[in-house]
């Protein structure tokens, strides 16, 4: 059973620049979630897809956007970078949206934005 | 809004030692109730879940109690072992509808052989 895997592993950007971070998703799970981590707090809920649809969004700014493909992979684009978005990038992905299904995550992308 | 707050790290104890890591939540209706871990270099695991009031979540010697009367669901475990030196985060499911995990800041482990 392959895991949840996200690319790259790091990054470096400047200012006003724009991301695109990937994902596949663990076999079998039809929902991702992606999530911020800044340095020494929680992961922070961006927004999930279930079935190619967003299906939930946290408090970020429409220049965080995604997309779900039909084989259940993701990719998370960030506009415009500004300082404050470098982070460890956390792909979740899932059997079911929502409830008390386990949450299970890959390694992170760690975008620093200079 | 919901929220998870849990107690400020880093916690240094030596191998053997008891382990009391505190959570606490504010959250409408009866979310459910994860303890996640990260070891050094790792993603996020499950480490255990609760989904109701009065639930024990265990694995691997740890344990935690849905109260929902403290409104806590705090991580314990009887003798901690280096192996466990890791970044602990307690997390809630939102029911509000929007499927989002709420997590609190993590709490950094230490374990002194």
């Known amino acids: 059973e392959t895991g949840v895997t996200q690319s790259p592993t790091h990054l470096i950007k400047t200012r006003g620049q724009q991301v695109t971070l990937r994902c596949s998703s663990q076999s079998g799970h039809n929902t991702v979630s992606w999530y911020q981590q800044a340095l020494g707090q929680g992961p922070q809920f961006i927004f999930q897809y279930y079935r190619e649809e967003e299906n939930g969004r946290g408090n970020f700014p429409p220049r965080f956007s995604g997309l779900q493909f039909p084989n259940y992979s993701s990719e998370l684009n960030v506009n415009a970078l500004e300082l404050d978005d470098s982070a460890l990038y956390l792909c979740a992905s899932s059997l079911a949206a929502g409830g008390a299904g386990e949450l299970f995550f890959g390694e992170g992308s760690r975008l620093t934005v200079l | 809004g919901n929220s998870v707050t849990q107690m400020e790290g880093p916690v240094t104890l030596s191998e053997e030692a008891f382990l009391t890591i505190n959570c606490t939540y504010t959250?409408?209706?009866?979310?459910?109730l994860f303890w996640y871990v990260q070891y050094p270099g790792e993603g996020l695991q499950l480490l255990l879940k609760?989904?109701?009031?009065?639930d024990k979540g265990s694995n691997k010697g740890f344990e935690a109690t849905y109260r929902k009367e403290t409104t806590s669901f705090h991580l314990e475990k009887g003798s901690v072992q280096v192996s466990d030196s890791a970044v602990y985060f307690c997390a809630l499911s939102d029911i509000s509808g929007t499927y989002k995990y709420i997590f609190g800041t993590g709490t950094r482990l230490k374990v002194l052989a």
């Open positions: 959250a409408t209706g009866y979310p459910s």
């Open positions: 609760a989904t109701k009031a009065d």
